[in-house]
């Protein structure tokens, strides 16, 4: 079992930038598939972007392509979101999340696929 703690949202005008931090504790952060999700008020749960066990294989939805970056460091437990070029649509409270994975460098994009959640951090984008 992992634990989630997220950190690093807030208040930002458009274009600016945020890095959200998700610190993991528990079983081997590297055994896990990670990824960031996100949601406004009102809507569904979205996929954001995601990461196997290396930086090597990441993707993200087509909205934040070129503007956000995941990326983790196993050697401190931690999954990163850099984003950048912040827009008022992307208001949200973003969460982190955790699959375990037996081998292999995959990622994973759907809400039911993932094992673990944090408890999310509010990231609000002013025009």
């Known amino acids: 079992q992992v634990q989630l703690v997220e950190s690093g949202g807030g208040l930002v005008q458009a274009g600016g930038s945020l890095r959200l931090s998700c610190a993991a504790s528990?079983?081997?952060?590297?055994?896990?598939?990670m990824g960031w999700f996100r949601q406004a008020p009102g809507k569904e749960r979205e996929f954001v972007a995601t990461?196997?066990?290396?930086?090597?294989?990441?993707y993200y939805v087509d909205s934040v392509k070129g503007r956000f970056t995941i990326s983790r460091d196993n050697a401190k437990n931690t999954l990163y979101l850099q984003m950048n070029s912040l827009k008022p649509e992307d208001t949200a409270v973003y969460y982190c999340?955790?699959?375990?994975?037996?081998?292999?460098?995959?990622?994973?994009?759907?809400?039911?696929?993932?094992?673990?959640w944090g408890q999310g951090t509010q990231v609000t984008v002013s025009s």
């Open positions: 990461i196997g066990w290396s930086d090597s294989s990441t």
């Open positions: 999340a955790a699959r375990t994975v037996a081998s292999g460098n995959y990622y994973y994009t759907f809400i039911s696929q993932y094992d673990y």
């Open positions: 528990g079983r081997t952060f590297s055994s896990y598939a």
